[in-house]
């Protein structure tokens, strides 16, 4: 108790300082998005009374943290920390992370291979916020946004010529340098940006008995482009994009009595992705947006256990909006389509293709908005399915409103449910195999004032129909629908300006996920955390005139459960980061920052079966510092 007692007093120590007048701007920031911010040709416009988070990422924050750092601030996104070049699983409510719909610029990224979305893809510099949208809404998203759906959004070209240049150098060789260019000519815009990243990540950890290793074959590479061309076409408000991800990332296994460490693997993935956005206005109430892309990944595993393996996906995707308001009125109906690919040396050669349409109406009488959206999705693969999504938004008072919703999510079988390979166990493809389904509900409150906001929401997900693997006979497995289960929570974001010069932001979430059915039946699900609290604050003084930030975030991770017989947990978690940033010199930014000052190494995953156990080793405590210089 005395301990826990003595890092909250060092981080107060470090958050409440005294302030003067400044101008500069925070490292990142997370906000609660209001349903008046949701705009047609936003994804959050689609959700208009969802509880929504926008996690803003500022220029401050490109050579300090990465794209997973970013996400694990707000206290409602599970991203377990598995150190270093190991992909993470990120869900939102409850769910997993096959059902979390992630997205780049509203384009689903989600596979219907079934693999985890690596984001570490896409890079800090090319991003401008991430939308975190909470609830199921497959109405609105389609499948996979049974628990909700996380929206990267990278940055558009800035109408003048520009430059900012970024270097970091942190511990464990982690190297950045982030080059982005803007141009404008005839009102039109251009911006490219290049990022070079890599790290070693060779960490040291202790072993189960007591003895120190290396983390080896845990390092990354990763290389992107990303261009955007802004075009004014006969009123026509286009973007046109275009991105190019490089990466190689070592697979250097896991550590446990079922652990096998693998010195040699490694995976190298290469990503193309293009898109084209246009939208217009015909009067200020009426808008229509199209938006067309092609997303190519190519990748070449190297494992002890299967040899050389190829595999490419792609997916093209075209939607078609279109939303009208007369008066109180409001009607958005649309039309999606979505074609996947595979050929892969295991999986072999499939396709699936999926149409949708939806419509959402509304009516904002003021001071209640009602939305109503409706969904048929019909696959190539399984048959037509309905969603729905309802939501109110009533402004009881100036500075109060009020959301609630109610809404149903589904998620097909994936490709990998349905043609899995494996190179120990026989394995039997079931054709009766169901999509899986939800049914949630949320109410509460969003408070706005000028120096001080807050949002609160109380929800409930119920599951059923998940899938679950099967073993009928020896070395034999398949995929069954078999199991129900349910989550519900708290999850709540405060935020307070004190004074000009400094902001505290304050997250907590209490969730309960446990088994509806089977063996385990009102069990806690194992691996997900059930508390998770995050503190956040920024002093933005002016010091012998020159623009400074000191910034500081602490983030407690209650301990997660190993066994599905809850028997034993993972530890608690406290990481505290904390940095500073000062303009040295006029268009010259040095920053520096130490993360998890505490040391603490702490698994986030360890999951425990009747075979054995099986854990990722996390690092201690690390550097990172960096120069920005714009022109």
């Given at each position: 108790?005395?301990?826990?007692?003595?890092?909250?007093?060092?981080?107060?120590?470090?958050?409440?300082?005294?302030?003067?007048?400044?101008?500069?701007?925070?490292?990142?920031?997370?906000?609660?998005?209001?349903?008046?911010?949701?705009?047609?040709?936003?994804?959050?416009?689609?959700?208009?009374?969802?509880?929504?988070?926008?996690?803003?990422?500022?220029?401050?924050?490109?050579?300090?943290?990465?794209?997973?750092?970013?996400?694990?601030?707000?206290?409602?996104?599970?991203?377990?920390?598995?150190?270093?070049?190991?992909?993470?699983?990120?869900?939102?409510?409850?769910?997993?992370?096959?059902?979390?719909?992630?997205?780049?610029?509203?384009?689903?990224?989600?596979?219907?291979?079934?693999?985890?979305?690596?984001?570490?893809?896409?890079?800090?510099?090319?991003?401008?916020?991430?939308?975190?949208?909470?609830?199921?809404?497959?109405?609105?998203?389609?499948?996979?946004?049974?628990?909700?759906?996380?929206?990267?959004?990278?940055?558009?070209?800035?109408?003048?010529?520009?430059?900012?240049?970024?270097?970091?150098?942190?511990?464990?060789?982690?190297?950045?340098?982030?080059?982005?260019?803007?141009?404008?000519?005839?009102?039109?815009?251009?911006?490219?940006?290049?990022?070079?990243?890599?790290?070693?990540?060779?960490?040291?950890?202790?072993?189960?008995?007591?003895?120190?290793?290396?983390?080896?074959?845990?390092?990354?590479?990763?290389?992107?482009?990303?261009?955007?061309?802004?075009?004014?076409?006969?009123?026509?408000?286009?973007?046109?994009?275009?991105?190019?991800?490089?990466?190689?990332?070592?697979?250097?296994?896991?550590?446990?009595?079922?652990?096998?460490l693998t010195p040699d693997d490694e995976v190298r993935t290469r990503q193309y992705f293009i898109t084209l956005n246009t939208s217009k206005y015909f009067g200020p109430d009426q808008n229509v947006q199209l938006k067309a892309s092609r997303i190519a990944t190519r990748t070449h595993n190297l494992t002890s256990y299967a040899g050389d393996v190829w595999s490419k996906l792609t997916s093209d995707y075209i939607e078609l909006d279109y939303s009208k308001k007369v008066g109180i009125f409001g009607i958005s109906p649309g039309a999606a389509w979505r074609r996947e690919g595979i050929s892969s040396d295991d999986y072999g050669i499939h396709d699936r293709t999926t149409g949708s349409g939806f419509l959402t109406t509304s009516l904002n009488f003021e001071p209640v908005l009602v939305s109503v959206t409706g969904r048929r999705d019909q696959s190539s693969d399984f048959d037509g399915r309905w969603t729905y999504h309802g939501g109110i938004v009533w402004r009881a008072f100036q500075h109060l409103s009020v959301k609630a919703n109610i809404g149903t999510g589904f998620h097909e079988p994936t490709m990998g449910?349905?043609?899995?390979?494996?190179?120990?166990?026989?394995?039997?493809?079931?054709?009766?195999?169901?999509?899986?389904?939800?049914?949630?509900?949320?109410?509460?409150?969003?408070?706005?004032?000028?120096?001080?906001?807050?949002?609160?929401?109380?929800?409930?997900?119920?599951?059923?129909?998940?899938?679950?693997?099967?073993?009928?006979?020896?070395?034999?497995?398949?995929?069954?629908?078999?199991?129900?289960?349910?989550?519900?929570?708290?999850?709540?974001?405060?935020?307070?300006?004190?004074?000009?010069?400094?902001?505290?932001?304050?997250?907590?979430?209490?969730?309960?996920?446990?088994?509806?059915?089977?063996?385990?039946?009102?069990?806690?699900?194992?691996?997900?955390?059930?508390?998770?609290?995050?503190?956040?604050?920024?002093?933005?003084?002016?010091?012998?005139?020159?623009?400074?930030?000191?910034?500081?975030?602490?983030?407690?991770?209650?301990?997660?459960?190993?066994?599905?017989?809850?028997?034993?947990?993972?530890?608690?978690?406290?990481?505290?980061?904390?940095?500073?940033?000062?303009?040295?010199?006029?268009?010259?930014?040095?920053?520096?920052?130490?993360?998890?000052?505490?040391?603490?190494?702490?698994?986030?995953?360890?999951?425990?079966?009747?075979?054995?156990?099986?854990?990722?080793?996390?690092?201690?405590?690390?550097?990172?510092?960096?120069?920005?210089?714009?022109?």
């Amino acid at each position: 108790m005395f301990y826990r007692g003595s890092r909250m007093f060092l981080f107060t120590v470090i958050s409440f300082v005294l302030f003067m007048p400044s101008v500069w701007a925070e490292e990142i920031v997370i906000t609660a998005a209001n349903f008046e911010d949701a705009t047609p040709e936003t994804v959050a416009g689609k959700a208009p009374t969802s509880f929504t988070e926008t996690v803003t990422i500022c220029p401050l924050a490109n050579g300090l943290i990465d794209t997973l750092d970013a996400l694990r601030l707000p206290v409602d996104v599970d991203l377990p920390d598995y150190g270093g070049a190991v992909p993470s699983p990120i869900s939102i409510r409850g769910s997993n992370f096959q059902q979390t719909l992630v997205m780049l610029d509203g384009v689903p990224l989600s596979s219907s291979v079934g693999d985890i979305v690596d984001l570490s893809l896409y890079t800090i510099p090319e991003i401008d916020r991430i939308e975190i949208i909470k609830g199921s809404n497959s109405a609105a998203f389609g499948s996979a946004a049974m628990g909700g759906i996380v929206n990267i959004v990278t940055k558009r070209p800035s109408l003048n010529n520009s430059a900012l240049f970024t270097a970091s150098k942190g511990t464990y060789g982690y190297n950045l340098y982030n080059l982005m260019l803007n141009g404008e000519k005839w009102g039109q815009g251009l911006m490219i940006d290049l990022t070079k990243s890599w790290a070693d990540n060779d960490f040291l950890y202790e072993k189960d008995d007591g003895s120190t290793a290396r983390r080896e074959n845990n390092h990354f590479e990763n290389t992107s482009i990303l261009s955007k061309l802004l075009l004014d076409v006969s009123g026509w408000d286009t973007s046109l994009s275009g991105s190019i991800a490089d990466q190689t990332l070592g697979s250097p296994g896991s550590e446990g009595s079922m652990g096998v460490l693998t010195p040699d693997d490694e995976v190298r993935t290469r990503q193309y992705f293009i898109t084209l956005n246009t939208s217009k206005y015909f009067g200020p109430d009426q808008n229509v947006q199209l938006k067309a892309s092609r997303i190519a990944t190519r990748t070449h595993n190297l494992t002890s256990y299967a040899g050389d393996v190829w595999s490419k996906l792609t997916s093209d995707y075209i939607e078609l909006d279109y939303s009208k308001k007369v008066g109180i009125f409001g009607i958005s109906p649309g039309a999606a389509w979505r074609r996947e690919g595979i050929s892969s040396d295991d999986y072999g050669i499939h396709d699936r293709t999926t149409g949708s349409g939806f419509l959402t109406t509304s009516l904002n009488f003021e001071p209640v908005l009602v939305s109503v959206t409706g969904r048929r999705d019909q696959s190539s693969d399984f048959d037509g399915r309905w969603t729905y999504h309802g939501g109110i938004v009533w402004r009881a008072f100036q500075h109060l409103s009020v959301k609630a919703n109610i809404g149903t999510g589904f998620h097909e079988p994936t490709m990998g449910h349905l043609y899995t390979p494996s190179s120990w166990y026989a394995f039997i493809s079931n054709p009766d195999l169901r999509p899986e389904k939800s049914f949630s509900w949320d109410i509460g409150p969003v408070i706005e004032y000028k120096n001080f906001g807050m949002s609160v929401s109380y929800f409930v997900t119920r599951y059923k129909d998940l899938i679950k693997m099967d073993f009928p006979a020896l070395s034999t497995f398949t995929y069954v629908n078999v199991d129900r289960a349910h989550a519900s929570g708290i999850e709540a974001l405060f935020w307070t300006k004190p004074a000009d010069p400094v902001k505290i932001s304050l997250g907590y979430a209490f969730n309960q996920f446990r088994y509806g059915s089977g063996a385990f039946e009102s069990k806690t699900i194992k691996l997900k955390p059930k508390q998770v609290f995050t503190l956040q604050t920024d002093y933005l003084p002016v010091l012998f005139g020159r623009q400074t930030d000191f910034f500081a975030s602490y983030r407690f991770r209650q301990g997660a459960y190993m066994d599905d017989a809850n028997t034993e947990k993972t530890g608690n978690r406290d990481i505290l980061d904390a940095g500073v940033s000062v303009e040295v010199i006029k268009h010259a930014v040095l920053s520096f920052k130490v993360n998890n000052i505490f040391d603490d190494t702490s698994v986030e995953f360890e999951d425990k079966t009747a075979y054995g156990t099986y854990w990722y080793p996390l690092p201690g405590r690390t550097y990172r510092g960096s120069i920005q210089l714009s022109f």
